[in-house]
């Protein structure tokens, strides 16, 4: 009923930039958090940024002063622009949420859900 579609990723070479989006659909009420994620081989996937509904905002030290989450509250839309771009932010991102939507009841449910996965690679 709630679906995360990511798009947006590519190959690049380093130095340059790339927007990531992350549209989510369905019978939402509210959207508490979104973030995005990064994941290579072999290790653990890690928080690369995030947004509360207020617009707070938060980024893994690698990425500060580069990257930028942004949203768009009227179209469920989360961006992350990445300017600066750098082999090592190779990785496969994801797109999170924890929100709230109706079910087929009609009553609200807390969810937390992701994407499919967007590739992103950077050659050097």
């Known amino acids: 009923q709630v679906q995360l579609v990511e798009s947006g990723g590519g190959l690049v070479q380093a130095g340059g930039s790339l927007r990531l989006s992350c549209a989510a659909s369905g019978s939402i009420l509210s959207i508490n958090h979104m973030g995005w994620y990064r994941q290579v081989p072999g290790k653990q996937r890690e928080l690369v940024a995030g947004i509360s509904s207020g617009g707070s905002t938060n980024y893994v030290d690698s990425v500060k002063g580069r990257f930028t989450i942004l949203k768009n509250n009227a179209k469920n839309t989360v961006y992350l622009q990445m300017n600066s771009l750098k082999p090592e932010d190779t990785a496969v991102y994801y797109c999170?949420?924890?929100?709230?939507?109706?079910?087929?009841?009609?009553?609200?449910?807390?969810?937390?859900?992701w994407g499919q996965g967007t590739q992103v690679t950077v050659s050097s």
């Open positions: 999170n949420a924890d929100l709230t939507y109706y079910s087929t009841s009609r009553y609200p449910v807390d969810l937390n859900t």
